[in-house]
């Protein structure tokens, strides 16, 4: 007799309750392809960074593949490194262009983790020391301010470009 093969098991689904899931309701994809405005501050073949609308902070920026995936469990991991190196290089440059003392990067999964957007996303967030183990609420800045802080973070990348 030969032993039973062992149970396939299925890896289980990250939940998301609320109506905007797939990618044509998805909001990420929509500034992706250009349907929705936002002040993006990086984009190439396969990333696009933009400014969070309902920030933690001046200059707290969303990483996000443009391919559309729910969690960075639908993500491949060769990309899920890739996402991340864009991440450490846009850190520098918003860190630099609002004057921060630190940064987090927070990637959120699942509702259940405060994932909002059902699009893989990783935040970057400036912290400065004065507001060092404080919890900060969500800001809202006029588009003006927007623009400028996006344009401010666009010119420190272009100024880490040409230190290599
Ligand atoms: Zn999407």
Redesign the pocket.
Same mark, same amino acid.
Request: hydrophobic share 30%; proline share 14%.
């Given at each position: 007799m030969s032993a039973p093969a062992p149970e396939k098991r299925t890896l289980k689904r990250l939940a998301f309750s609320r109506p905007m899931v797939g990618?044509d309701k %998805?909001v990420? %994809?929509q500034i992706?392809s250009r349907r929705s405005p936002s002040n993006i501050v990086y984009e190439d073949d396969k990333y696009i960074c933009f400014l969070d609308i309902y920030p933690f902070s001046r200059g707290h920026t969303l990483v996000c593949p443009k391919e &559309?995936g729910e969690t960075i469990w639908d993500m491949k991991e060769q990309d899920i490194s890739e996402l991340f190196q864009v991440a450490f290089k846009v850190s520098k440059a918003v860190v630099a262009a609002v004057g921060a003392d630190g940064f987090r990067f927070v990637q959120n999964n699942g509702e259940a983790a405060n994932q909002v957007v059902a &699009?893989v996303h990783v935040h970057v967030i400036p912290v400065k020391m004065e507001d060092k183990g404080r919890y900060t609420d969500r800001k809202l800045f006029t588009p003006q301010e927007m623009e400028e802080t996006a344009r401010s973070i666009r010119s420190e990348l272009a100024s880490l470009d040409d230190e290599h």
């Open positions: 990618p %998805c990420f %994809c992706a &559309h &699009h």
